[in-house]
């Protein structure tokens, strides 16, 4: 079992820049989340879906960053324009269902804007 | 607003001291707590739920209500405990929304 998938696991990148992140759950997981873990700070929630509907993105910043999931399996995540203070790790994680406890995280992107 | 607390950046102790990591939490409803763990080169990975109640790598911890914290504790710390500890909170009634502390480095010295 290869776990939870993302690509790539690091990028560099301009301001203004645009830039897309990548995750595969595990196989049979029906809800997934995106994560922004700044330097220092715990992973903070983005947006999480359940299947390919996006059930929670009150912290997805939506003049910047979009999300989907389609078929409810991949999901990408993108960021046009990048800007300086969105340099991060974005884990993605997946879970059973919205009742499971255990989430499963990927290894993450590392994405750094100059 | 919900809000977990982690005092301690880095926590160092000897090979065979206790350890306790400690977390507090602010939350009006009935929370779930975790303890996350990242070693080295490794991925952020669950280590234990207040509910299970169970102990992993001598690991436990105690939801404490009336003082809102989950403290993690192990008597006799090893060197493979070396890691990123981090606590969370579960909003389950939201489907699983995590709230992460910032986390603590505990390095065990030999």
């Known amino acids: 079992e290869a776990g939870v998938v993302q690509s790539p696991r690091y990028k560099i990148i301009e301001k203004k820049q645009p830039v897309a992140f990548w995750c595969n759950p595990i196989?049979?997981?029906?809800?997934l989340y995106w994560y922004r873990q700044n330097l220092g700070q715990g992973p903070e929630l983005l947006i999480r879906y359940e299947n390919e509907e996006a059930v929670d993105d009150s912290q997805l910043p939506k003049d910047r960053f979009s999300a989907e999931r389609l078929k409810g399996v991949d999901s990408t995540l993108k960021i046009q324009p990048a800007e300086l203070g969105d340099s991060a790790v974005y884990l993605c994680?997946?879970?059973?269902?919205?009742?499971?406890?255990?989430?499963?995280f990927g290894p993450g992107t590392r994405l750094t804007v100059t | 607003a919900q809000r977990v607390t982690q005092p301690e950046k880095l926590l160092s102790v000897f090979k065979g001291a206790p350890v306790e990591l400690k977390c507090n939490y602010s939350?009006?409803?009935?929370?779930?707590l975790f303890w996350y763990v990242q070693y080295s080169r490794q991925r952020l990975q669950l280590l234990l739920r207040?509910?299970s109640r169970e102990s992993i790598k001598g690991f436990t911890a105690d939801l404490n209500k009336g003082e809102t914290s989950f403290h993690l504790k192990k008597p006799f710390a090893q060197e493979e405990d070396s890691a990123m500890y981090y606590c969370a909170l579960s909003e389950m009634e939201y489907g699983n929304k995590l709230v992460f502390g910032a986390g603590t480095i505990l390095r065990v010295k030999s």
């Open positions: 196989s049979g997981h029906n809800t």
């Open positions: 207040h509910i």
């Open positions: 939350y009006s409803g009935s929370p779930e």
């Open positions: 994680a997946s879970s059973l269902d919205r009742r499971s406890y255990e989430q499963y």
